[in-house]
């Protein structure tokens, strides 16, 4: 099985920051990587898929970059709305595997 | 657009069978190259693949469940199921069904573009 690891597991950020979220693989996935992000209470919502391909509706702050086993998912200028959790999940190889998820909190 | 609910028992006994059921709206169940996946998320926990099934019923399983679930589609009803045998209280979360990702003439079917809104299945006795 194919491990995703993310870091941080929780980030304290304010509104107007820059944040970066980091997934990594236990091996290399191309670009098949997906990027959710989680409401408490709600389904996870699909935000980038390919890595780095923006699903359609979601804002122009929220960009992916990396290949291979390094991946990052940015907010530009975090905004009160995303103080939410976010997940990675690769899907290179079966059985799909999700990260642990990061929790961006206020500070 | 696509919409996904889900239903079932929200209580299953230890060493039953939890059966779920996810109705499809706004699109064919049958057609394209679609897959129907479930997931999972113990409370408070992370997300787990559990399996999923194409439109001509390839099915993949998360090898970590031992053999236990097995993803079924009816066509007639628009519906894909889920079943999970000798559960146990680690069994328990939100259960989420999920349809694959199309865009642009391309279907990407791991990932997962539509969800259900969830529903929390309790094992106990």
């Known amino acids: 099985d194919i491990q995703m690891t993310q870091s941080p597991s929780t980030l304290s950020a304010s509104v107007g920051d820059r944040v970066t979220i980091t997934c990594r693989a236990s091996?290399?996935?191309?670009?098949?990587l997906a990027w959710y992000q989680q409401k408490p209470g709600k389904a996870p919502k699909l935000l980038i898929y390919?890595?780095?391909s923006l699903e359609s509706g979601v804002p122009s702050r929220f960009s992916g970059s990396g290949s291979g086993t390094e991946f990052t998912l940015t907010i530009s200028s975090l905004q009160p709305d995303d103080f939410e959790t976010y997940y990675c999940?690769?899907?290179?190889?079966?059985?799909?595997?999700f990260g642990g998820g990061t929790k961006v909190e206020i500070k | 657009q696509v919409q996904l609910q889900e239903s079932g028992p929200g209580l299953v006994k230890p060493s039953q069978t939890l059966s779920l059921t996810c109705t499809v709206s706004?699109?064919?169940?049958?057609?394209?190259?679609?897959?129907w996946s479930w997931i999972r998320q113990p409370p408070g926990k992370g997300l787990e693949w559990i399996g999923s099934?194409?439109?001509?019923?390839?099915?993949y399983y998360n090898p970590s469940l031992k053999s236990r679930p097995t993803i079924s589609v009816d066509t007639s009803k628009i519906q894909f199921s889920l079943k999970l045998i000798s559960v146990t209280a680690a069994d328990t979360a939100v259960y989420y069904c999920?349809?694959?990702?199309?865009?642009?003439?391309?279907?990407?079917?791991?990932?997962?573009?539509?969800w259900g809104q969830g529903t929390l299945v309790t094992v106990s006795s």
């Open positions: 999920a349809r694959s990702y199309c865009t642009g003439g391309s279907c990407y079917s791991g990932v997962m573009g539509y």
């Open positions: 706004g699109g064919s169940i049958s057609s394209g190259d679609y897959y």
């Open positions: 099934i194409n439109s001509i019923g390839s099915t």
């Open positions: 091996q290399s996935i191309s670009n098949w």
């Open positions: 390919k890595a780095s």
């Open positions: 999940q690769q899907y290179n190889s079966y059985p799909l595997t």
